[in-house]
């Protein structure tokens, strides 16, 4: 069954997405007044961002995906902050002299941060997208709405090549310093 408020598949007698029962009313009445400032923005992708549905993207990315989402200085600290981190504990983990443990240490490393980005990728994005849209809301308060919903047709443009070319970038990065890392430590 649809909502007969947004359109969307509700779950038994209720909607997930804007709150609306089969009984007319609204679990949450503020959504029923007035369409949240990220759902101008997102638009239909909202769903897929609110409720973690593309954990994919983040988990792949990592901070190189808050980059592409057009939160330049985050993304780049956060970028940073993941290089530091997964260079530090790949070089103290060279303590253990056992290759194979080595490997399989560095293999869980890789998996444990890829699904922490999955987790908070999104939620990092949230949180930057509203302080962005409140911001915009208080400095245009009579046409936020229609600036807000033709924001997000311009930050969209070229996501997939964006997230090809800095990904891309950021990895080679990660290995040239490395490589420069090891060599300076003997490590290889």
Request: proline fraction near 2%; include cysteine; aromatic fraction near 18%.
């Amino acid at each position: 069954m649809t909502c007969p408020n947004c359109g969307m598949k509700m779950k038994k007698d209720y909607c997930m997405h804007c709150g609306y029962m089969t009984n007319g009313n609204f679990i949450d009445t503020n959504k029923a007044i007035e369409v949240s400032l990220m759902e101008l923005y997102l638009g239909k992708d909202y769903d897929k961002i609110i409720r973690n549905k593309n954990w994919i993207v983040p988990g792949i990315l990592g901070p190189v995906y808050i980059f592409c989402r057009g939160y330049y200085l985050y993304g780049l600290l956060l970028i940073i902050a993941d290089i530091l981190i997964s260079l530090l504990f790949f070089v103290f983990n060279h303590v253990f002299l056992i290759y194979y443990l080595v490997v399989m240490l560095n293999a869980f490393y890789i998996v444990f941060n890829r699904i922490v980005w999955a987790t908070i990728g999104n939620l990092i994005y949230k949180l930057l997208l509203l302080k962005h849209l409140s911001k915009i809301k208080e400095k245009y308060p009579d046409d936020y709405k229609e600036k807000i919903s033709k924001l997000y047709e311009k930050n969209v443009g070229f996501l997939v090549v964006k997230y090809v070319i800095v990904f891309l970038l950021f990895v080679m990065i990660f290995f040239y310093l490395k490589s420069i890392i090891y060599n300076a430590l003997g490590f290889m």
